[in-house]
């Protein structure tokens, strides 16, 4: 299955921004969402962000008004960008895309990316 590659993750101060990126290798035909998840050590991995194929956002109360999603559709990249990081923002950050055909569900992910927020 193909593997959707991640980047932009590091080590970043409170109150810093970063920008994630998120690009598929191939064509990926039939997306209806992509979304970028986050797991912070010992916890579950949840969903911060999802930008619908009709650019509908969705965001975690947690990360709304800081977060960013969007795509290039050129690139075939989306994209995360964080504002205000602080420390509780630490995790592991995964990209991912949905795609349905013929009524099944496929989900693509990303290797996972390590943001941390640190002074």
């Known amino acids: 299955q193909v593997r959707l590659v991640e980047s932009g993750g590091g080590l970043v101060q409170p109150g810093g921004s970063l920008r994630l990126s998120c690009a598929a290798p191939?064509?990926?035909?039939?997306?209806?969402?992509m979304g970028w998840y986050r797991q912070a050590p010992g916890k579950e991995r949840v969903l911060i962000a999802e930008?619908?194929?009709?650019?509908?956002?969705t965001y975690a109360d947690s990360v709304k008004g800081r977060f960013t999603i969007s795509r290039d559709n050129a690139k075939n990249t989306v994209y995360l960008q964080m504002n205000s990081l602080n420390l509780d923002d630490t995790a592991v950050y995964y990209c991912?895309?949905?795609?349905?055909?013929?009524?099944?569900?496929?989900?693509?992910w990303g290797q996972g990316t390590q943001v941390t927020v640190s002074s």
């Open positions: 930008l619908t194929n009709h650019g509908t956002t």
């Open positions: 991912n895309w949905v795609t349905t055909r013929d009524g099944l569900r496929t989900d693509y």
């Open positions: 191939g064509s990926i035909l039939g997306v209806i969402a």
